[in-house]
Every structure is written in structure tokens, then in C-alpha cells.
């Protein structure tokens, strides 16, 4: 089917933690013979920190962050079998969801790559455009929340709402040799948002100031002017391409959702999968569902709070993180693919689309 994606970014993940989700489920379809085109608006400097050159699984378009690029791009997908809207662009995201529901002949999508932050921009604000526009979509897909996404999702009116979880895709996130850039007991990979700091001070500083004869690594934007112990290295953004050293470097890497994906439970962040695809030993903050990805004490270790960070830190050795690491690799491999992911989403596409051209 020829798809018209609209999303924050497929060429950059400077502060675009979609980035891997879009590449791998893209990837995925086009291997199913699916004829892709990606409209990304020039925003939030983006383009000058592209990770990936513009690959042969789907077309890229980028456009001026204007109402006429908006006009510009929606017109270009009128001949689309398939319109998806994701969530997050950034810009225009209204006229953005609005023209994808003036495809009539359309299977119209939208994906939401942050439920739980759209979920609670809904209850607070009843004039927002997805109230209306749920009434007209003919499904909903979001990488993580399971049953109460679903359920909040329904409970708004949405017709079909089905989770694609986040996934590994083998060929860019593997084992890799150790990188000494990335050396430490622990390292973490995330970007500083309102709505997880007090997390990763909880999961990630205090277990640094638990054990100042321990290193910790910390990458990603926003945390040069953040007070931290003296045992914590900030390096900032980290691109994709250093991923798997950043992951199999250190003893044990961290993953702290962000508050609203922890509350609603059932969405393992991009980072989960990379690191178990680098066969790392992953140090996760607790949350409901982590054991239908993978199995607590056996394929990763589960923490409640900084305390149980730092226990972990202290009782792991040198073998049971190699043991904990391979055990998660062979399960997201087996699993959690995004050529997994890919079947699931063709098949769903396969189905709706049928509908439509039934009800033509």
C-alpha cells in the first residue's frame, strides 16, 4: 500500500526519542512491500543533527515549518492508500490530523507515540482536536500503554486502539565492542523532561550519591546546568550510531520512564529494547507489565526505588550481568522484533483497508 507518514522526525533523534520507533516499524512495512513517504517539518533544529542519511525504505520529505508547508505536504499524500498523523510533530500538530481526516478514500491513522501524555492533554482539555477527530479515524495505534490505553482510548470513542510495542531491530542494535568513552558502573540514556527528573534523581543521582566509589555515566540533552554528584559523567546527546557501545560498555545500564508512562504501565521505552538487543545487563525502574517484555532477576533486574539501584550495583558481578544480558538478547530476539512488529501492523492494514474498500 502506498502510506503517507507524518511524524516529528525519521532522519534525526535530537530530542526525538521516536526516532528508532519510526525506523524500525518503517523498515519493517516496506520489507512487506509497502511504498512509504515520511513528511517531517524543518523544526527544532533537527536537520542540523541528523543521525541517518535518508534511507531506501522510505522516501523522506522535509518541509518548511509554515501553514503553506503544511498545505504543501498534505496535498502531496492525496493519492495515499494509507494516512498516518503521529503524535508529538510539534508543529501544526492540529492541521496536521485535521487534513489527514479529509482523505475519505483513506485508511486514516492516527499513532501515538506518547499515550500517556496525549491521555491526560484529553481529560484536561475538552477542545482538544482529538475529541472530534477520534469520531472519523478508523484506528488508533500507540507503542505502549496496553489494556488501559486501550480502554481510555475506547472510553473516547475511538472505533479500533491497538498497541505496537516498541522493538529491537538486530541489524542496527547488536553486541558491539567495548567503547571507552562509555566506560562506568552505570549508565543512563535520557533527555531532561519535566515529567521524569524527579525519577532520575530518585533511580539514577541518589544511587550515585549512595555509592561515590562507583562511576556513572549520564547521556542525553538538558543536563548541563543540573547539580549532580562528583561521580557523574554528563556527555549530553548521544547519537544512534553510538548506541550499542554506550550500551555494552558499562556494567549495568538504567531505564527510568517518564512519570505518566510509569503510572499507566505497559510501555517499555525504545532504550529497553536496544539495551537488551546489545545483550546489557538493564536496570529498570518498576512499572505494571515489564514481565510480558521481559523476566525480572532473569532478564533484567526490576527496582523500586534509588535504594534498589544501588543493591543491584552493589550484588552484581561480572558474570550474572553477562548471564542477565545474553537471557534478555535471546527473548527480545525470539520476541520483540520490529520484523515482528512489522507482520502485526501489515496484517492490520490488510484488514481495515479491506473494510474501506467493502464499505466504497
Not at 533537527?46 to 531506501?56: E, F, L, V
Not at 479529509?102 to 485508511?107: E, I, N, P, T, V
Not at 479515524?137 to 482510548?153: E, F, H, I, R, S
Request: net charge negative.
Amino acid at each position: 500500500m502506498k502510506i503517507a507518514f507524518y511524524g516529528s522526525s525519521l532522519l534525526s533523534s535530537y530530542w526525538n526519542g521516536a526516532a528508532t520507533y519510526y525506523r524500525g516499524i518503517l523498515k519493517a512495512l516496506h520489507a512487506h512491500g509497502h511504498e512509504i513517504t515520511f513528511y517531517e517539518p524543518d523544526a527544532f533544529d533537527r536537520q542540523q543533527h541528523r543521525d541517518i542519511d535518508p534511507p531506501d525504505y522510505a522516501r523522506v520529505v522535509v518541509y518548511p515549518a509554515t501553514e503553506a508547508g503544511v498545505r504543501d505536504v498534505l496535498e502531496a499524500g492525496a493519492d495515499a492508500e494509507v494516512v498516518v498523523k503521529a503524535s508529538g510533530v510539534g508543529v501544526f500538530d492540529a492541521e496536521l490530523l485535521h487534513g489527514i481526516l479529509r482523505h475519505a478514500s483513506a485508511l486514516r491513522i492516527f499513532w501515538d507515540v506518547d499515550a500517556a501524555a496525549t491521555l491526560d492533554e484529553m481529560r484536561r482539555d475538552a477542545d482538544h482536536p482529538l475529541h472530534s477527530a477520534l469520531l472519523d479515524l478508523d484506528l488508533v495505534l500507540t507503542y505502549g500503554g496496553g489494556p488501559p490505553v486501550v480502554k481510555a482510548y475506547r472510553g473516547f470513542g475511538a472505533e479500533c486502539c491497538v498497541p505496537v510495542y516498541n522493538a529491537l531491530d538486530p541489524e542496527t542494535h547488536h553486541p558491539a565492542p567495548r567503547d571507552p568513552r562509555f566506560e562506568a558502573d552505570l549508565a543512563l540514556l535520557a533527555n531532561r523532561l519535566p515529567d521524569r527528573e524527579a525519577r532520575i534523581e530518585e533511580f539514577f543521582l541518589k544511587p550515585a550519591a549512595l555509592l561515590p566509589e562507583r562511576s556513572f555515566l549520564l547521556g542525553g540533552n538538558g543536563w548541563a546546568d543540573k547539580g549532580m554528584p562528583a561521580n557523574v559523567r554528563a556527555i549530553g546527546h548521544v547519537g544512534t550510531a553510538d548506541h550499542n557501545g554506550f550500551n555494552c560498555t558499562p556494567a549495568a545500564v538504567l531505564n527510568v520512564a517518564r512519570d505518566s508512562m510509569a503510572d499507566i504501565g505497559f510501555s517499555p521505552a525504545t532504550r529497553v529494547f536496544e539495551a537488551a538487543g546489545a545483550a546489557a545487563c538493564l536496570i529498570t525502574d518498576a512499572w505494571e507489565g515489564i514481565e510480558l517484555f521481559l523476566k525480572p532477576d532473569e532478564e533484567v533486574l526490576v527496582a523500586r526505588d534509588g535504594q534498589d539501584v544501588a543493591e543491584h550495583l552493589r550484588n552484581l558481578t561480572p558474570e550474572r550481568a553477562r548471564a542477565i544480558g545474553e537471557a534478555a538478547l535471546r527473548r527480545v530476539l525470539a520476541e520483540h522484533t520490529y520484523e515482528l512488529r512489522g507482520r502485526q501492523v501489515d496484517a492490520l492494514l490488510t484488514e481495515h483497508r479491506a473494510r474501506i474498500e467493502v464499505a466504497a
